[in-house]
């Protein structure tokens, strides 16, 4: 090695390799020297103009109240909870539009491909109309049109006097842990790996043997029984709270707001339609001869779409897919215009404006939206990886 | 999947970046009042719609008290009441707005505090409307005291001095609330309206001027319970000296005219005749007010003649001589148990 670098001297501008090094150093340090530049200068300038700078502001009161808190919240608490409660809101939003849109993606996609006239007739127009409406539109339609045109909480309608919908959301009733609550869980839990248990045992044997067992059943009855017993044997897992009226509103009990609900229906709506057109492109892109292979093998339409179609149309699916969750997430930033209180609207909202120190506030907004959405990418990319196709 | 990683990191901070360079590219444009006359026009923040304060005609044209302090200082600075260009900003945009540059004042009904005026790079200069917090609620609901309102539900707007004094009023008298929070104001009244709230609280006086937009006005009531001090300040960004006074003199000139008995009628009387040495120094015909602040010597003579004193444009926006009937109040003359007094001119 020595040797080599005293007898081939390559530092020459003559060498193409050590021109293109140098270039490229010449390059980075241009970048270096302009973000060096524009830091200095914002910083000299916020200075100048007398703004406070920094993360201190995280520590401080935040001294406002927020409508929905995941994790408890006074107002004696710092802008540093105030951020993890609207991090948290934004995620919970995310979680559920995820799982619905995928869901009413999925059906709707199917339904579209369905040789029923009228039901793929009825997906091709939900689809057209919904993908084809601002999320933003959707969101105020549902929040202003639907949710707060219900009656106020004083004529609620109410089901089985338990469930409430008014124009302050969805109240329902709360359940609290009671004395059955560990012995129901111990309980389910025990179940759940006698079920794992048993399935390996079955499947081995089958393997083995070739006889078959109702694995399915099996586990069923062992889930069901399991944890029934322990109700009878130690009294109700939880005790329920019923949410009654109370002055202005209703007290006790779970309650949905109609923010909450406008934008999950709204951004659920919305990407389910992107959704099925990508369930039904990722369907037709699976052969026809599979098709009439698995027909022929005698198996009925359920079982060729989960085992047969499905499994191949999803390696087409989940690229796009993965494309229409970041959407989802991102799209849950116009919450802003209803007031849930999620990141845009309570950090990048009203944190910056009390505090006044927007760079701070908008850079860890726009780091948390680029922290989800790479997981959720990442997450994705795992996933694809797992059912891609392998090649024998 | 590592490439990707890095691409979105370098967009990242090319946007972190691009976000200060708005910042840092503001601070050279120099000071504000030289800008201003060589651009021709003030660019002034006011409010999205804001009866009495703020808000667009049939034509197009703004009106209102807040529009009126624009226009003010654009006479005094232009010698042109009409040479202002208006920038409508919603309480959350409108700090940023000020802070980055992006209007030279902000005259949009927000409150003189402590931590804006500390650590935000800006100034206010002085009160322009003595205000108090106050709260709407449906008639329906039979609630007569703020006291009531334990367990309600309140329509706030983001971004406002209201979310911090609810929180502090309902904590320091042991009742709980729910706050919904929105971006403009017109947001908050239409959820008031439709019931997402018992409660709507915000300035009294944009609580008189909102509610007459309604659609039936008289369901609500105003609850006499005023739970704040809301002066409500024009103000300017901090470290240009020169432009920070000429905002305050704008107001102070329209203050000093009022108790003169200066108006837009008899400004021109007063020039030529009056013997008061208080009068003649404020119309420039005497003294070098104008000079000293870098401004022509009929600067507030303009004022009048164009926007009028304090209490004309008051009456004319708010009082008497407006849909709202809003009384002088906290905001009469300090010669007649108010608190407005301007400065004195000499």
Not at chain 2, 18 to 37: Q, R, S
Not at chain 2, 101 to 130: H, N, P, Q
Not at chain 2, 142 to 161: H, M, P, R, W, Y
Request: glycine share 8%.
């Amino acid at each position: 090695m020595h040797t080599q670098i005293v007898t081939r001297p390559r530092f020459s501008l003559a060498n193409p390799a050590t021109r293109a090094l140098i270039f490229q150093l010449l390059t980075v340090i241009a970048v270096v020297a302009f973000g060096w530049m524009l830091y200095h200068n914002t910083y000299t300038n916020l200075m100048h103009r007398g703004i406070t700078t920094g993360f201190d502001f995280l520590q401080n009161t935040a001294g406002f109240g927020i409508a929905q808190h995941l994790i408890d919240y006074t107002e004696s608490d710092s802008y540093a909870r105030v951020f993890l409660i609207g991090l948290l809101n934004t995620l919970l939003v995310s979680a559920i539009g995820v799982v619905l849109a995928t869901v009413l993606g999925f059906v709707i996609g199917i339904a579209r491909l369905s040789p029923n006239w009228l039901i793929s007739k009825l997906a091709t127009v939900y689809v057209e109309v919904f993908r084809n409406i601002p999320p933003l539109l959707q969101i105020l339609f549902w929040y202003f049109a639907v949710f707060l045109s219900m009656p106020g909480p004083r004529n609620a309608h109410g089901f089985m006097e338990v469930f409430f919908v008014s124009s302050r959301g969805l109240n329902m009733p709360a359940a609290l842990p009671a004395d059955g609550a560990w012995p129901f869980w111990a309980s389910l839990a025990l179940a759940i790996v006698a079920s794992a248990l048993m399935c390996r045992w079955a499947t081995r044997r089958f393997e083995a043997t070739g006889q078959p067992f109702h694995k399915v059943w099996a586990s069923l009855a062992l889930v069901l029984v399991l944890p029934t017993l322990s109700i009878l044997l130690w009294g109700s897992p939880v005790h329920w709270q019923v949410p009654e009226l109370k002055g202005f509103n209703f007290v006790g009990g779970w309650v949905l707001i109609p923010e909450l609900l406008a934008l999950t229906l709204a951004l659920t709506v919305y990407t389910a339609a992107f959704i099925a057109e990508i369930v039904r492109s990722g369907i037709k892109s699976v052969s026809h001869g599979q098709t009439e292979a698995a027909r022929s093998l005698g198996l009925r339409p359920g079982p060729m779409l989960s085992k047969v179609i499905i499994p191949q149309a999803l390696r087409v699916i989940i690229p796009p897919l993965t494309n229409q969750y970041l959407n989802l997430v991102k799209n849950s930033s116009l919450a802003a215009g209803i007031g849930y209180p999620e990141m845009v609207s309570l950090f990048a909202g009203t944190v910056l404006n009390q505090t006044g120190q927007a760079i701070e506030v908008i850079a860890i907004t726009m780091s948390v939206y680029l922290a989800i959405s790479i997981s959720i990418s990442m997450l994705m990319n795992l996933y694809n990886k797992r059912i891609a196709l392998i090649e024998r | 999947m590592k490439r990707e990683n890095k691409r979105l990191k370098l967009a990242s901070t090319v946007a972190c970046l691009t976000l200060g360079t708005v910042f840092a590219l503001n601070a050279h444009a120099g000071a504000t009042l030289d800008n201003v006359k060589k651009k021709g026009f003030v660019q002034c923040g006011i409010s999205d719609g804001l009866p009495g304060f703020s808000f667009a005609d049939a034509k197009g044209n703004f009106h209102g008290f807040d529009v009126d302090v624009c226009r003010a200082v654009a006479a005094a600075v232009l010698g042109d009441s009409n040479k202002v260009k208006y920038t409508q900003l919603t309480a959350k945009e409108r700090l940023t707005a000020l802070q980055s540059g992006e209007v030279d004042m902000l005259s949009r009904s927000t409150t003189w505090t402590s931590s804006r005026d500390g650590g935000m790079g800006i100034l206010f200069t002085s009160v322009a409307y003595y205000d108090g917090q106050g709260f709407l609620v449906n008639k329906k609901l039979g609630v007569n005291s703020a006291k009531e309102l334990d367990g309600a539900t309140f329509c706030i707007q983001a971004g406002t001095v209201t979310e911090l004094n609810l929180a502090d009023y309902f904590r320091s008298n042991g009742m709980k609330f729910t706050p919904i929070t929105f971006d403009t104001s017109d947001e908050s009244f239409k959820a008031l309206e439709s019931g997402r709230c018992d409660v709507l609280t915000t300035d009294q006086s944009q609580l008189y001027g909102q509610r007459l937009k309604l659609s039936v006005p008289d369901d609500f009531i105003v609850l006499p319970e005023v739970i704040s001090k809301e002066p409500l300040t024009p103000a300017v960004r901090r470290g240009d000296d020169e432009w920070f006074t000429v905002v305050r003199w704008s107001l102070a000139a329209m203050l000093n005219a009022e108790e003169l008995g200066i108006t837009s009628k008899n400004v021109g009387e007063m020039i030529k005749s009056s013997k008061n040495p208080d009068i003649a120094r404020l119309l420039g015909t005497e003294g070098t007010l104008g000079k000293d602040l870098n401004l022509p010597n009929d600067w507030a003579a303009k004022i009048v003649a164009q926007v009028g004193n304090y209490g004309e444009s008051f009456d004319r926006n708010l009082g008497a001589g407006s849909d709202l009937k809003i009384k002088r109040g906290l905001n009469a003359l300090w010669t007649q148990g108010g608190l407005q007094y301007g400065p004195p001119v000499r």
